[in-house]
C-alpha cells in the first residue's frame, strides 16, 4: 500500500483532525487523546489522508509526537478543548470554543476526506485503549516488519509489546486485515 | 554481566576509581566517577561552557548568564535521583517487574543507572550557539540539535568511554538522552521508553526540573522555584489513569497522592517562567535577530553539522561577531547587528485580544499581513509557538499524568483543580521597526476593525 507523502497545509491538518475529534466523539468514543492517536495513525497509514504527522511504536501502541505537539496547539488556540471529568478517568478532547472558525474557513478539508473521517470513525469508535493499542500495533507490524501471515504478525506483536496476549494479538491481527480489506480508496 | 567473577570486578573497579564533587548553586553538590569526568572533560561537553543556557536572555534578565555546562550536570545529578527512587525495590509493582524487568534485576539496574547517567550528562551535546534562538532556520534539512547530540554521543572522541569496563551502549544512551521520537528507532524497548520519560519526559523529565529552578534563580524570577525534593520522593512508575473503566499497561511516570501539590507548584512554575522568561517578547524579538544576523554572518548562511566545525561554534564566536559588524560597517549585517547590540530591537505592536479571537480564526496573521503591505516585510516580523516551531518540544498545556490515590492510578486533573485550569502559556504578536512603532499603532487603531473584518486567511508563516 502507497504511504501517503504529499504535506498538508497546517491550517487543513488541524481542521482534519478537529472533525476527526467530532466524529469519534459521535460514535460514541471516550476520545482522550490516547484514542486519538491510534485512530489518527489508521486515518494516516490506512485510508492514507496525508496528515503531516510521524508515528513510532512508543507508549500504548503507534504514537506522534508531531501530532502530540498539533494537540498542544489547539488547545492553546481554542481549536480544541479538554473535558474534565469525575475521576479516576482522564480528559477527554472536544471542539474548542473556535472550532467554528476553522470549520468555516477550512471544512473544505475535512470535506475531502469525509469518507477516510468516517470509515475509521465507525470502526475504531466503540473501541477502548487496550483494543485500540492492540489494533493500532497490529497496523504497524504489518506496515513496518516482514511478517507476513496473522500469526507471525501476533507473534511478532508479542515480541515487542510483552502484555499482548498472543491470542487476543493474532485477533487484532484479523481484525486489521478486514478493515484493510474492506477500505477501498475512492 | 556474565558471571559473578566479571560482577565482583565491575564493583571493585567502581570502588577504586573513586567518586569526585563539585560546588553547583541548586544542587548544593553534584558528584561524578571517573568515567563520567572523562566525558565532563571532552571538548564536546567543555564546549557547553560557552552556550547560555537562555540563548539571549541575558539581555532582559542580566544575570541569566548560566549556561549549558552546569545545567547538564545538574540533569544528570537529578536522574540518578530519579532512578533511585522509582526503582526501589517496595516501589515496583508485579507489573512494572513483568514489562521492565531490568529494573528488578540488581545488575542490569546498575547498567541502565550508568547509561541514563551518561545520557543525562550527554543530553544537550547538540546545542547551537545561544541554544534554541538558532536553530530553526539554520540547520540543513533533517538536522537539529538532537540529531547533533546523536552524533557526537557516536562519535570517536567519547567512543573509547563507551568501549572502557563495563563497556556501554551509545545507542542507548542517546535514547535516553534525546528521546525515541528523535533517534532513528521506530520501535524502542520498554526500558528505553521508560527511562527516557526520566530526563525528556513532557511532566516530570529532569531536564525541565532543573531548568526551571536554575533559570529561575540565575533570572532573579521567584516564580520558578518549586519543592523538588519533596516531587521527587513522591514519583512512581504507574500504569496510566483509565478511560471509563479500560486501561492500558503500559507505566508511565507518575506521584503518589502526597507529591500532588509538588507537582501543582512544578506545573504552575512552568507556566510562570514561560510567560515570564521564556516568552518574554523582547527575548523573543531578540531571538528573531539573531536567526536574521546569522543567516547573513554564516558561511551560507548554515551552522556546520561536520563535527569540527560544529565544536568550533560557540556564542564566543556569534557575540565577536555581533560586536564587529554592529560597530564596523553600514551595511545589513551591521543593522542586523545593531537591533542587539545597541538595543535597535522591534518594538511589539499587536497581540490579539479575545474579541479578536472571536472575530476570526487568525487575526494576527491577518494583521501581520497588513502591516507588511502597509510598511515593507522588513520592518515587521511575526512571533508565534506553532506545532513546526523547534523552540518549543513540549506541551503548551499543563500535561496530565497518573496519581496514586487509594491504591488505584487515576488522572492529575481528575484530583487537582489546580492542574485543571492551568492555562496554556503561548506566544503570538507581531513587532515593528523602532522607527515606526508610534505610526503602526496608530494606523493599527484605525485599521484594526477593517483588516480583522476583511475574511483574510493570514496565512503568511511568522518570520
Known amino acids: 500500500m502507497e504511504e501517503a507523502t504529499a504535506k498538508m497545509n497546517p491550517h487543513e491538518n488541524a481542521a482534519i483532525v478537529v472533525e476527526l475529534v467530532r466524529r469519534l466523539r459521535d460514535g460514541g468514543s471516550w476520545c482522550g487523546a490516547t484514542h486519538l492517536q491510534k485512530t489518527a495513525y489508521f486515518l494516516k497509514h490506512l485510508t492514507q489522508v496525508p496528515v503531516d504527522f510521524d508515528f513510532i511504536l512508543y507508549k500504548h501502541g503507534p504514537f506522534s509526537f508531531d501530532l502530540r505537539g498539533e494537540l498542544s496547539y489547539l488547545l492553546a488556540q481554542g481549536l480544541l478543548e479538554r473535558k474534565l471529568n469525575e475521576p479516576p478517568y482522564g480528559p477527554s478532547l472536544r471542539p474548542g470554543p473556535r472550532a467554528h472558525l476553522l470549520a468555516a474557513r477550512h471544512g473544505a478539508a475535512a470535506d475531502r476526506y469525509k469518507r477516510e473521517i468516517e470509515f475509521v470513525s465507525e470502526h475504531l469508535a466503540d473501541k477502548g485503549v487496550v483494543e485500540l493499542e492492540k489494533l493500532g500495533t497490529a497496523l504497524w507490524v504489518t506496515l513496518n516488519t ?41 | 554481566m556474565r558471571d559473578v567473577a566479571e560482577r565482583d570486578l565491575f564493583w571493585e573497579r567502581g570502588m577504586r576509581r573513586g567518586i569526585y564533587e563539585v560546588r553547583d548553586p541548586i544542587h548544593t553538590f553534584v558528584h561524578f566517577d571517573a568515567r563520567e569526568r572523562d566525558v565532563i572533560n571532552s571538548r564536546a561537553f567543555q564546549r557547553l561552557r560557552h552556550i547560555h543556557q537562555l540563548g539571549m536572555s541575558h539581555f532582559v534578565y542580566p544575570g541569566a548568564n548560566h549556561t549549558r555546562f552546569e545545567h547538564a550536570l545538574g540533569v544528570m545529578e537529578l536522574a540518578a535521583r530519579v532512578f533511585e527512587r522509582i526503582t526501589r525495590d517496595d516501589l515496583l509493582t508485579d507489573q512494572v517487574r513483568d514489562l521492565v524487568p531490568e529494573l528488578a534485576d540488581q545488575y542490569q539496574r546498575e547498567h541502565w543507572l550508568r547509561t541514563l547517567r551518561m545520557a543525562a550528562l550527554c543530553h544537550d551535546l547538540g546545542h547551537l550557539p545561544f541554544s534554541h534562538a538558532a536553530e530553526t532556520e539554520l540547520l540543513p534539512d533533517g538536522w537539529n540539535h538532537e540529531r547533533l547530540t546523536v552524533e557526537l554521543i557516536h562519535s570517536d572522541e567519547l567512543a573509547h568511554i563507551w568501549e572502557d569496563s563495563p563497556p556501554l551502549n551509545p545507542d542507548e544512551i542517546a535514547k535516553l538522552a534525546v528521546g525515541p521520537s528523535q533517534v532513528n528507532d521506530s520501535s524502542p524497548k520498554n526500558v528505553e521508553a521508560v527511562l527516557s520519560e526520566v530526563i525528556t519526559g513532557e511532566t516530570f523529565g529532569v531536564d525541565r ?13 521567584a516564580y520558578g522555584r518549586f519543592d523538588h525534593y519533596r516531587l521527587i520522593d513522591t514519583l512512581q512508575l504507574l500504569p496510566p489513569a483509565p478511560y471509563h473503566g479500560d486501561r492500558s499497561q503500559e507505566p508511565a511516570l507518575g506521584i503518589e497522592r502526597g507529591g500532588i501539590h509538588s507537582a501543582e507548584a512544578l506545573l504552575l512554575a512552568r507556566y510562570f517562567m514561560f510567560k515570564q522568561v521564556y516568552f518574554h517578547h523582547v527575548r523573543r524579538i531578540y531571538d528573531i535577530h539573531l536567526q536574521d544576523f546569522m543567516a547573513l554572518w554564516l558561511p551560507e548562511g548554515r551552522c556546520p553539522v561536520d563535527l569540527d566545525g560544529f565544536l568550533a561554534l560557540t556564542d564566543n564566536e556569534v557575540t565577536a561577531g555581533l560586536l564587529d559588524a554592529a560597530y564596523s560597517g553600514g551595511d545589513e549585517l551591521g543593522e542586523h547587528a545593531r537591533r542587539i547590540v545597541c538595543r535597535r530591537h522591534f518594538r511589539r505592536v499587536y497581540e490579539p ?14 494583521i501581520y499581513a497588513a502591516l ?3 510598511f515593507g516585510s522588513e520592518a515587521v516580523r511575526h512571533d ?27 488522572s492529575s486533573v481528575g484530583v487537582s483543580d489546580v492542574l485543571a485550569k492551568v492555562p496554556e502559556a503561548t506566544v503570538d504578536c507581531i513587532y515593528v521597526h523602532p522607527d515606526l512603532r508610534e505610526e503602526a499603532r496608530e494606523w493599527l487603531v484605525t485599521k484594526k476593525r477593517d483588516i480583522l473584518g476583511g475574511g483574510g486567511d493570514g496565512e503568511d508563516e511568522p518570520t
Open chain 2, 384 to 410: 508565534r509557538i506553532t506545532r513546526a516551531s523547534e523552540d518549543i518540544s513540549e506541551p503548551l498545556e499543563a500535561p496530565e499524568f497518573p496519581v496514586l490515590f487509594d491504591e488505584q492510578s487515576v
Open chain 2, 209 to 221: 526540573i532543573d531548568y526551571l529552578i536554575r533559570d529561575s534563580y540565575h533570572a532573579g524570577v
Open chain 1, 146 to 186: 516482514s511478517a507476513t501471515t496473522a500469526e507471525e504478525r501476533a507473534r511478532e506483536m508479542v515480541h515487542r509489546k510483552p502484555h499482548i496476549v498472543y491470542a487476543e494479538a493474532l485477533e487484532a491481527a484479523r481484525e486489521v486485515d478486514r478493515m484493510r480489506a474492506e477500505w477501498t480508496p475512492a
Open chain 2, 353 to 366: 485580544s479575545r474579541e479578536d479571537l472571536e472575530a476570526t480564526l487568525d487575526p494576527t496573521g491577518e
Open chain 2, 372 to 374: 507588511r503591505n502597509r
